[in-house]
C-alpha cells in the first residue's frame, strides 16, 4: 500500500515521470517529459532531459542527464568519493552528512561527490558504473560491466575495467555531421513524423544537415 501511495504521489508532484513500484525520487530533480523509473530505480539530485529511462534497480545521483537516454538495470552513477590521502577512508572523519550514524566533523573535508554529466542519445549498459565528475558525450555506447573512470567521447563505446575505447559507432566526419544536426533537440512532433529517417545515417545526414545548418 505504501508503495502504491507514493506512486500516486509521485504522479502529482513528477507529472513527466512514470515510475514503476519500487522506484524512488529524492533531492532537487528537475526533468523533462517521458522519463521512465523501472522497477526499484532510483534518482536524487538528477536533471534529466525528456525520453530517458533508467533500469531497474539502478541509482543514479547528483548528475545531469540528456535526452533519449539509456540506462539499464543495476547501473550505478554519481557514487560519491572515499579520500585515499588522508588517515582514514570512512566518512565520519570527512563528511559533514552521508551513510553514517556518528558525525566526526561539523564541514567537510573533502568533495565527497563531483556531478556527472550525460550527454543524449547515450546507452548505459547493465551494471555498469560511472563514476564522479566524468563527462559522457551525445551518442555514447557504454559496455555492460564497464567502469568509466575518464571522460567518453561522443559516439564512443567504451568498455572494460576500466573503460577504455573499443570504437566509434560511425567515422569522425559523420559524428560531426550529427553533432551539428542535434537531432534530440527537435521539437517531439518532429522526432515523429520523421523517424523513419533514423534506420539510415546517411541518408539521415543527407536530408537533414540541409535542414538543420549548422550555426
Given at each position: 500500500m505504501k508503495s502504491v501511495l507514493r506512486r500516486i504521489w509521485y504522479g502529482f508532484r513528477y507529472p513527466g515521470i512514470k515510475t514503476w513500484p519500487g522506484a524512488t525520487i529524492g533531492g532537487n530533480v528537475q526533468y523533462g517529459s517521458h522519463v521512465v523509473l523501472c522497477?526499484?530505480?532510483?534518482?536524487?539530485?538528477?536533471?534529466?532531459?525528456?525520453?530517458?529511462?533508467?533500469?531497474?534497480?539502478?541509482?543514479?545521483?547528483?548528475?545531469?542527464?540528456?535526452?533519449?537516454?539509456s540506462i539499464g538495470?543495476?547501473?550505478?552513477?554519481?557514487?560519491?568519493?572515499?579520500?585515499?590521502?588522508?588517515v582514514s577512508t570512512?566518512?565520519?572523519?570527512?563528511?559533514?552528512?552521508?551513510?553514517?550514524?556518528?558525525?566526526?566533523?561539523?564541514?567537510?573535508?573533502?568533495?565527497?561527490?563531483?556531478?556527472?554529466?550525460?550527454?543524449?542519445?547515450?546507452w548505459i549498459g547493465a551494471r555498469s558504473?560511472?563514476?564522479?565528475?566524468?563527462?559522457?558525450?551525445?551518442?555514447?555506447v557504454v559496455a555492460a560491466g564497464a567502469v568509466v573512470t575518464k571522460n567518453v567521447a561522443p559516439y564512443a563505446i567504451v568498455g572494460g575495467v576500466p573503460a577504455r575505447v573499443l570504437r566509434y559507432r560511425f567515422p569522425s566526419d559523420v559524428i560531426s555531421k550529427l553533432l551539428e544536426i542535434e537531432w534530440w533537440n527537435w521539437p517531439y512532433q518532429l522526432i515523429?513524423?520523421?523517424?523513419k529517417d533514423f534506420a539510415d545515417?546517411?541518408?539521415?545526414?543527407?536530408?537533414?544537415?540541409?535542414?538543420?545548418?549548422?550555426p
Open positions: 522497477h526499484h530505480a532510483a534518482i536524487h539530485g538528477v536533471e534529466i532531459g525528456s525520453h530517458a529511462y533508467i533500469g531497474t534497480h539502478s541509482h543514479v545521483q547528483y548528475a545531469a542527464i540528456g535526452s533519449f537516454v538495470p543495476d547501473v550505478r552513477i554519481g557514487l560519491g568519493k572515499h579520500p585515499v590521502h588522508m570512512y566518512p565520519s572523519f570527512y563528511a559533514s552528512i552521508g551513510s553514517t550514524v556518528v558525525r566526526l566533523v561539523d564541514e567537510p573535508k573533502v568533495q565527497e561527490y563531483a556531478r556527472v554529466t550525460i550527454g543524449s542519445d547515450v558504473m560511472i563514476m564522479d565528475g566524468v563527462d559522457v558525450g551525445h551518442g555514447a515523429r513524423e520523421r523517424a545515417v546517411a541518408y539521415f545526414i543527407e536530408k537533414h544537415r540541409k535542414t538543420f545548418p549548422s
